[in-house]
């Protein structure tokens, strides 16, 4: 896996994404990571599903618009770890801003097992493992506003985990440049091998 990535605003302008990165090579690993990984991921879920009402509620899973290969909105899945009609912008950024579902919210958010529906994204063809993570509609448009390069993440299909990801776990919507960085590098270094080395680093980073 490529370090610390670096470029400027006229590279940018002219990457080139890698075969694999758009290929049905890396549709085949999706879906067979995804058809290993669903069994497990239902029995972690029945347990927190089963606890989820009594904290959240019975409105458990949510979808929200987000922004995917070559500005195509789609529904992005979840399991709702914030307060039900919050109108806060940048809810979830802080654990103690007020809306988060206490408890079970915090847990559901620092676990990653909030991100565990968008298996059906996957399986649907409209997010990858591996990628840019997917953007509100209303953020990437002000992103795109004020960064002319900032369309070039949407090449390829969004993923749940990326290099921005691991690079910087606790990142924010301020750090939007930063991660366009590491969502640039990616697409001009994806490969198979590059993939199944982030999954693994995912898994890491939210262990530790």
């Known amino acids: 896996m490529t370090s610390e990535p670096s470029i400027n605003s006229e590279r940018a302008r002219e990457i080139i994404a890698t075969k694999y990165v758009n290929s049905a090579l890396k549709r085949a690993f999706d879906i067979l990571v995804s058809l290993i990984l669903l069994p497990f991921a239902i029995l972690i879920l029945i347990p ?9 509620g019975l409105d458990i899973f949510y979808k ?6 070559n500005g195509r909105v789609f529904y992005l899945y979840k399991i709702r770890s914030l307060i039900r009609n919050h109108n806060n912008p940048r809810a979830g950024n802080d654990k103690n801003d007020g809306t988060i579902i206490p408890v079970i919210g915090y847990f559901l958010r620092q676990s990653r097992l909030d991100e565990l529906p968008q298996i059906w994204n996957i399986l649907r063809g409209e997010m990858s493992w591996v990628g840019p993570r997917p953007e509100q509609v209303d953020f990437v448009e002000v992103c795109k506003a004020e960064n002319k390069n900032y369309n070039d993440r949407h090449l390829v299909k969004p993923g749940i985990t990326g290099l921005a990801q691991i690079a910087n776990p ?39």
């Not at 929200?64 to 290969?69: D, E, F, I, P, W």
């Not at 995912?202 to 262990?207: D, E, G, N």
Request: charge should be negative.
């Open 170 to 208: 606790n990142a924010t919507m301020d750090d939007y440049a930063e991660k366009l960085v590491y969502d640039i590098n990616y697409i001009q270094s994806a490969s198979i091998l590059l993939d199944i080395q982030l999954l693994v680093k995912s898994v890491l980073v939210i262990v530790e």
């Open 64 to 69: 929200h618009q987000r922004v995917g290969r």
């Open 48 to 56: 927190v599903l089963v606890v989820y009402p009594f904290f959240g």
